[in-house]
């Protein structure tokens, strides 16, 4: 396959003709520059003004997979193991989202390691099962020589001459090849034999050894794929009659490879791919119709006639070539691998200028809605209501959704979605100081992510008031981490479900996880927490401090960080943002760097209480909780925050009446995620797209 790495990447434009060319370019906008709804805005603007409004669905740059997507990708086409992309370089993120359209840029290096990826994954599909070590040995009566003839079950060398043995290999490693010789001996030296690979010498043997004992001579050697010719020469012959020094081949023989771990052999994926058994009369049509279906798949639509003769042309690069009918069907799926079509979730317009929406395709439908709820492909069923139209009725897509809500996949929207919402995945690269924090280890970060994601899961599980997440009265834990809570330990390695006493814990922001991102590695952070809230909880993104402010002292030796606030909250220009940012981190002063419950701060009791802008006021995190989850803009952010994820997109201006209805739709369906979900899945933003103007 090696050999035709160059035209596969010259394929990564395959199918780039047509359907690829026609989408509109990306957009200007700095998707990294947040542009939140002004929140001094109403929630809801008049009804009437929503009524009376256009539906602008926006636009969507073509979206390439990133690095999560493309790994459930490939699992779910092929059942591979693999995760290619953890070779990837790193996406960028917009919005918070590693999933934002227009900064998904395809970098050369990116191009490399899909070209890698699709070898290898390639390579396993068309895996044949590993037994062991081969044999591969050739008898000497069999054979035929230049010099000598046969002598019983040997190859009587009586001149110098050599014999040959041809072989194959499949798999690169070590490899033993060795023969049986004995001489008939004469003259004053033994019966010398060269032993040869491919035209390297292997060393020279004597071979003093009658038929009596015959010797065997056994070299080893590193070999690739491919063809190989081990020789042994007669290079001495000695005659002074009646004395004549002959030598005696018995049989030649390869084995190997000898140090080969095979990987996993994915014969269902094999089965899955390879649907038809070529005869002599048919091989072009079973090839069209592996590649046509397999395309399907892997493009997430149904193929043109076009796509499926430029598929064949590329098996057929390998069938001119003499390869066997594998290894055409192998090139031709690489290159299914490395199209636009599958790196990318491809949305078209007719008309790429035209601010007119228009409904998404059946199959574009699916695969928003997939990549959305499952990170990854659409399956058969999703497909197979694409294929027939049925997806594009609200209901049936309604109904979809609730499936593959309950279906394990969703799981995705744990990691994914919950993961960069709530910061989850950013556990893994805080470094606690060791000596402020000397509990902090791997074990704990483990249980600290762990139980934020199962928290998260149990909401989608149980179709719960998501809400509830800010102040619910249980969580999940292992030994380790109730003993950094300080509540009874379960007795398990393993995550448990437990109800929280009365007291200062409960809900999210009283877990681990959330205070220990929000924290630096030395103390706490009540403006990264107060950030945190106002931005993942409330949607409104305090604007970045104005150039010239001095950062907040961290080295300061007197007073509390409280005290210390307050005094940078003495610049007028500082308390714009502050006044609001501080109350709220400062609400969480209870729990230090980590997320352990305290009272004190050094030597100096734990403030906890504040006060927001409009008066209102709270003490500690629980009575914050109950108030972000009565506050109307807390619904309000979940559903843009989902509505971003979904989209691969930021809210714009337009979007505002789309978002309220959302928003009204899911607190009529009680708040749950499954509301959400439905309310997002059926708008006519989700559903439809439409071009840009020039």
């Known amino acids: 396959m090696r050999a035709y790495r160059p035209l596969l990447l010259l394929g990564v434009a395959l199918g780039c003709t047509g359907r690829v060319g026609d989408v509109t370019p990306e957009s200007a906008l700095d998707p990294n520059q947040p542009r939140p709804i002004d929140p001094n805005q109403p929630i809801d603007p008049p009804v009437d003004v929503c009524l009376n409004a256009p539906k602008d669905p926006g636009r969507v740059t073509i979206h390439r997979l990133n690095r999560a997507e493309y790994d459930n990708t490939v699992r779910d086409l092929i059942g591979t193991s693999q995760r290619p992309a953890l070779e990837f370089p790193n996406d960028d993120h ?32 068309f895996a044949k099962p590993f037994s062991g070590p081969v044999t591969q040995q050739v008898e000497a009566e069999n054979m035929a020589g230049a010099v000598g003839g046969v002598a019983g079950s040997y190859w009587n060398l009586y001149s110098n001459g050599e014999l040959d043995h041809r072989f194959t290999t499949e798999i690169a490693g070590r490899y033993e090849v060795s023969t049986r010789l004995y001489g008939q001996q004469a003259g004053a030296d033994p019966a010398r034999a060269e032993l040869t690979l491919d035209g390297r010498s292997l060393g020279v043997f004597d071979v003093p050894e009658t038929q009596a004992a015959p010797r065997t001579i056994t070299v080893s050697a590193d070999l690739e794929p491919g063809s190989h010719t081990f020789t042994v020469a007669f290079t001495n012959d000695f005659y002074e009659a009646p004395n004549d020094r002959n030598l005696m081949v018995d049989w030649l023989r390869a084995v190997g490879p000898l140090d080969y771990s095979a990987p996993p052999t994915n014969q269902a994926a094999y089965a899955k791919v390879m649907i038809c058994t070529p005869d002599a009369g048919n091989q072009e049509a079973c090839a069209r119709q592996i590649l046509t279906a397999f395309a ?27 390869d066997d009918f594998e290894t055409g069907i192998k090139l031709a799926v690489q290159g299914v691998l490395l199209s636009p079509h599958f790196l990318y979730r491809v949305e078209l317009d007719p008309n790429p200028s035209s601010l007119v929406p228009h409904n998404l395709t059946a199959h574009e439908l699916a695969t928003r809605l997939s990549y959305f709820l499952w990170s990854s492909t659409p399956d058969d069923q999703l497909l197979a209501k694409a294929d027939d139209g049925t997806l594009l009725d609200l ?23 919950a993961g960069q919402w709530l910061y989850t995945r950013r556990v893994d690269d805080v470094l606690p100081d060791p000596a402020v924090y000397p509990a902090f280890d791997d074990e704990l970060r483990a249980a600290m992510a762990a139980e934020t994601r199962a928290f998260f899961g149990s909401f989608l599980e149980e179709r719960k008031n998501i ?55 030395k103390r706490t952070a009540p403006v990264i927490r107060g950030k945190w809230i106002l931005e993942q909880l409330l949607c409104q993104a305090p604007p970045p401090p104005p150039p010239g402010v001095e950062g907040f002292p961290e080295n300061a030796s007197t007073g509390t960080i409280r005290e210390r606030l307050a005094i940078h909250r003495e610049n007028p220009t500082c308390a714009s943002c502050h006044d609001v940012m501080d109350p709220l981190g400062l609400a ?28 209102r006021a709270f003490d500690g995190a629980k009575e914050l909780a109950q108030m972000l989850r009565a506050d109307p803009k807390t619904p309000r952010c979940m559903t843009e925050r989902t509505f971003i994820y979904a989209l691969g997109r930021g809210p714009e201006t337009y979007d505002r009446c789309s978002l309220n209805e959302m928003t009204r739709t899911f607190n009529e369906g009680g708040n749950t995620f499954e509301a959400l979900v439905t309310a997002l899945v059926t708008h006519s933003t989700f559903t439809t797209r439409r071009g840009e103007a020039p």
């Open 94 to 125: 917009g919005y918070g989202f590693d999933n934002i359209a227009d900064v998904l840029a395809m970098a050369p290096l990116l191009a490399e390691k899909y070209q890698l990826a699709a070898e290898a994954l390639v390579e396993e599909v």
């Open 588 to 615: 969480l002063e209870g729990f230090d760097g980590i997320g352990t419950f305290r009272t004190m701060d050094g030597t100096s009791p734990v403030d906890a209480t504040g006060a927001l802008p409009d008066g």
């Open 395 to 417: 209901a049936v897509l309604r109904a979809e959704a609730a499936r593959m809500l309950a279906d394990p996949k969703a799981v995705a929207l744990v990691d994914n979605f």
């Open 296 to 322: 399907k798949r892997a493009w997430r639509r149904p193929i043109t006639n076009a796509e499926a003769d430029r598929l064949y042309a590329l098996a057929n690069v390998a069938f001119a070539e003499g």
């Open 467 to 521: 809400l509830e997440m800010l102040d619910a009265n249980y969580t999940y834990v292992n030994d380790r981490l109730a003993e950094h809570y300080g509540l009874p330990l379960p007795g398990s390695n393993e995550l448990v479900r437990v109800q929280l006493p009365e007291g200062q814990r409960g809900g999210l922001l009283s877990q681990a996880s959330v205070l220990t991102v929000t924290s630096r590695p």
